[in-house]
């Protein structure tokens, strides 16, 4: 046997398992004690973050994402803050809120609460594990698994909040109190996100059409709208620089309030360059999504963004999508088209989503190019 052909096999000795192991998410296979990335996860070199990372070490120091105080948004620095909010939107895609006042024990129960679900036995996890994308639980890995080529080193918990009442018996029932954690929590992050849509509308000049006026009644579809919770988990990885957390994506609702703990690993794009969102104590990261995208006709851009992983720390985030009902046509808003500002993407809707990302491997901004009229 060649000198080459032995080590291959000794790699795959140590890292590769059958592909049926891979389903079982990447908690099980760290738990089995690999101490290589096997082959499944690695992804071809030009989509690797190595480079990236080293960058982003020695590079570009001064650039942090807008920072917003909630507070401000609630008082008299409103315009001031509404002013920021639409710069980020912008010219970011993303920024960080502080002051939020969601209470801090119903963060750490949902923290908490979701770290001791992944701790639980792996047979406990995969009673919620379903390739239904309307399910009301969902435990899963990588993004699409069964789709995607090479797998992405993320687990995942995904809750669907609409209706609470009609969902909720569905939600894990171990580790005790989650559902309940989960349940403080949503409502919370509602609350914010619709404080939050009332800025966004008004930044874009449409809040006068909106309450004076009632011409849309916009925010009634707001408070109707779906939500979706997503609890990421990435364990620690051997050979961070071979693969990724999450792949580079876009979200497709209205706004995202992401919750990351204090381990780095997002990265958003900007001017071209991966940089990352360093975590700030107490905050949200925000990001406009590509349903705002298409709401703003194009004024608040829906960004790329992913996902490092790091041979040190697991890493816990927590997502809250949201967006307008699933089966409401999304398009450009009347208000913010003219002769100067054509009509830029086509009415799409959730279902429209689901059926693309269940159809092909989600690369990039896929969907929302398929939305733009050229
Ligand atoms: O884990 C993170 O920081 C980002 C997660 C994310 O992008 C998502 O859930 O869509
Ligand atoms: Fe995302």
Redesign the pocket.
């Known amino acids: 046997m060649s000198p080459a052909m032995s080590t291959a096999i000794e790699a795959n000795k140590e890292g590769d398992q059958p592909e049926s192991q891979y389903q079982k998410g990447v908690k099980h296979l760290w738990d089995s004690g690999i101490t290589r990335v096997p082959n499944k996860y690695i992804l071809p070199a030009s989509d690797r973050p190595g480079l990236t990372r080293d960058d982003n070490q020695s590079g570009n120091p001064n650039l942090k994402l807008p920072v917003i105080d909630f507070a401000h948004l609630q008082g008299s620095n409103r315009s001031h803050a509404l002013n920021t909010l639409a710069k980020a939107c912008e010219e970011y895609g993303f920024f960080q809120l502080t002051n939020h006042g969601i209470p801090s024990e119903v963060i750490l129960n949902m923290v908490e609460g979701s770290k001791r679900f992944f701790e639980l036995p792996f047979e406990e996890r995969s009673k919620y594990m379903s390739t239904d994308m309307y399910a009301p639980v969902r435990y899963g890995t990588s993004f699409n698994q069964n789709k995607d080529r090479v797998f992405c080193w ?1 687990d ?1 918990l995904k809750l669907s909040c609409q209706p609470l009442s009609g969902v909720l018996p569905f939600w894990p029932s171990s580790p005790v109190d989650f559902r309940q954690s989960a349940v403080d929590y949503s409502k919370q992050a509602k609350f914010l996100y619709l404080a939050l849509t009332e800025a966004i509308l008004e930044s874009l000049g449409l809040v006068e059409a909106t309450t004076k006026n009632n011409e849309y009644d916009s925010l009634k579809e707001f408070q109707d709208g779906s939500q979706l919770i ?1 609890v ?1 988990c ?1 364990p620690s990885c051997p050979e961070p620089d071979l693969t990724l ?2 792949p580079p ?1 876009s ?1 497709y609702g209205f706004l ?1 309030l ?1 919750l ?1 703990d204090e381990v780095k ?2 990265q958003i794009q900007h001017d071209g360059r991966w940089v990352t ?1 360093e975590p700030i104590p107490n905050s949200f ?1 925000v ?1 406009v999504g590509d349903h705002l995208e298409i709401f703003s006709n194009g004024r608040y851009k829906s960004v790329l ?3 490092l992983v790091n041979p040190l720390n697991s ?1 816990i ?1 927590i ?1 809250s ?1 949201h967006s307008l009902p699933v089966n409401k046509t999304v398009q450009p808003s009347p208000k913010l088209i003219d002769e100067t500002n054509p009509r830029r993407y086509k009415d799409t809707n959730f279902a429209s989503f689901l059926d693309y990302i269940s159809s092909c491997e989600p690369k990039g901004k896929n969907f929302l190019e398929s939305r733009k009229l050229t």
């Open positions: 993320r995942f997503v990421n990435y957390g999450m994506h979200d995202t992401l990351q690993g997002l969102v990261v990001n963004h992913r996902v890493r985030s997502a999508l």
